[in-house]
């Protein structure tokens, strides 16, 4: 038997044929449009599509156990019921009853990032533990908290927004409307921001060299380039920023004690540029640093499936 998976997305939707192991076996996707979509038009093409998906897959409704979708935004996951996604400009969508008209299964349905930390846990870099953390190092910080193989999403399904505590009163601002979060000095976009900074106090650094000038095309990649070929500028940045982010992370550990903490995004294939100081920030500043036991900073390592996953087993 199988479940399906389905990670709702501004630009795509994907959906997964995930099996009782949580592997894998088949996936695809198709543009969201929800620009061009009602609500509900949207999830009946999302219905539509995983009946399609089923059948590429040469399996049919009997075959499947369950459905779960992860979707940004704030679920009603009792009543499947999609409280609040504003990028995809949904507001109490009742997905579960709209799902059913075409698809006569159990409908679960998750917040994106919980579903992904989720899909780590069954799958991924946390398989074979029950208490992990996984933090998305983006546009924002999406985070995912899950303990005894649950997703941790609080009394009214909000936990979990790991990049909104407050870093620096009165800080860099966020997009969330306050100032000094954690994202706000550990997102990629964060650390774009400090990169660009950089490269317009120091005209000659190399940072201004691998842009070709050019500060547009600055990534989250670029600092850390900088810092490999020598120059003071971008190691600056570097540390400055893993500086941050290993702050807001020894707090979570010291919150939550994971037994792993992952880190996504394209910032964590830095590998041990990144990984190597935020474990020796871990060992040094965490409450816990002085017990035999101490949480793993690992990259998560399923990348865009894992969204689909976590949302296949949210009955599991």
Same mark, same amino acid.
């Given at each position: #038997?199988?479940?399906?998976? +389905?990670?709702?997305?501004?630009? /795509?939707?994907?959906?997964? +044929?995930?099996?009782?192991?949580?592997?894998?076996?088949?996936?695809?996707?198709?543009?969201? *449009?929800?620009?061009?979509?009602?609500?509900?038009?949207?999830?009946?093409?999302?219905?539509?599509?995983?009946?399609?998906?089923?059948?590429?897959?040469?399996?049919?409704?009997?075959?499947?156990?369950?459905?779960?979708?992860?979707?940004?935004?704030?679920?009603?996951?009792?009543?499947?019921?999609?409280? @609040?996604?504003?990028?995809?400009?949904?507001?109490?969508?009742?997905?579960?009853?709209? #799902?059913?008209?075409?698809?006569?299964?159990?409908?679960? +349905?998750?917040?994106?990032?919980?579903?992904? $930390?989720?899909?780590?846990?069954?799958? =991924?870099?946390?398989?074979?533990?029950?208490?992990?953390?996984?933090?998305?190092?983006?546009?924002?910080? =999406?985070?995912?908290?899950?303990? /005894? /193989?649950?997703?941790?999403? =609080?009394?009214?399904?909000?936990?979990?927004?790991?990049?909104?505590?407050?870093?620096?009163?009165?800080? &860099?601002?966020?997009?969330?409307?306050?100032?000094?979060?954690?994202?706000? @000095?550990?997102?990629?976009?964060? *650390?774009?921001?400090?990169?660009?900074?950089?490269?317009?106090?120091?005209?000659?650094?190399?940072?201004?060299?691998?842009?070709?000038?050019?500060?547009?095309?600055?990534?989250?990649?670029?600092?850390?380039? $900088?810092?490999?070929?020598?120059?003071?500028?971008?190691?600056?940045?570097? &540390? /400055? @920023?893993?500086?941050?982010?290993?702050?807001?992370?020894?707090?979570?550990?010291?919150?939550?004690?994971? &037994?792993?903490?992952?880190?996504?995004?394209?910032?964590?294939?830095?590998?041990?540029?990144?990984?190597?100081?935020?474990? &020796?920030? $871990?060992?040094?500043?965490?409450?816990?640093?002085?017990?035999?036991?101490?949480?793993?900073? #690992?990259?998560?390592? *399923? =990348?865009?499936?894992?969204?689909? +996953?976590?949302?296949? #087993?949210?009955?599991?």
């Amino acid at each position: #038997m199988y479940r399906v998976g +389905i990670d709702l997305g501004g630009t /795509n939707i994907a959906v997964g +044929i995930v099996d009782e192991q949580g592997k894998m076996t088949y996936k695809d996707s198709t543009l969201t *449009l929800h620009a061009q979509r009602t609500s509900e038009e949207l999830v009946e093409a999302m219905a539509e599509f995983t009946l399609q998906v089923v059948k590429a897959a040469g399996l049919t409704l009997d075959d499947i156990i369950s459905v779960g979708i992860g979707s940004p935004g704030t679920p009603d996951a009792k009543n499947g019921i999609l409280l @609040y996604a504003n990028n995809l400009n949904m507001f109490n969508v009742p997905m579960r009853e709209i #799902m059913q008209r075409t698809i006569n299964k159990p409908i679960y +349905i998750g917040n994106d990032a919980n579903c992904a $930390a989720l899909g780590e846990v069954v799958a =991924g870099g946390a398989k074979e533990t029950d208490t992990a953390i996984m933090i998305t190092l983006g546009t924002g910080v =999406g985070g995912g908290i899950v303990i /005894n /193989n649950k997703i941790y999403d =609080g009394f009214n399904n909000a936990g979990g927004e790991l990049g909104h505590f407050v870093m620096v009163v009165d800080g &860099e601002y966020c997009t969330c409307g306050r100032n000094g979060c954690f994202e706000a @000095y550990s997102s990629a976009t964060a *650390l774009i921001n400090q990169t660009i900074k950089a490269a317009k106090e120091n005209p000659e650094s190399e940072i201004n060299k691998i842009v070709n000038n050019d500060l547009d095309k600055i990534d989250g990649k670029t600092a850390f380039d $900088a810092m490999r070929a020598g120059d003071t500028a971008g190691k600056a940045v570097v &540390e /400055n @920023y893993i500086r941050y982010l290993g702050e807001g992370i020894v707090s979570l550990i010291n919150i939550f004690q994971p &037994e792993v903490l992952l880190i996504g995004g394209g910032i964590s294939k830095e590998k041990e540029a990144l990984f190597g100081p935020l474990n &020796e920030m $871990a060992k040094k500043y965490a409450y816990s640093k002085d017990e035999s036991k101490q949480t793993k900073i #690992m990259p998560a390592v *399923l =990348g865009n499936d894992a969204g689909i +996953i976590g949302a296949a #087993m949210l009955d599991a």
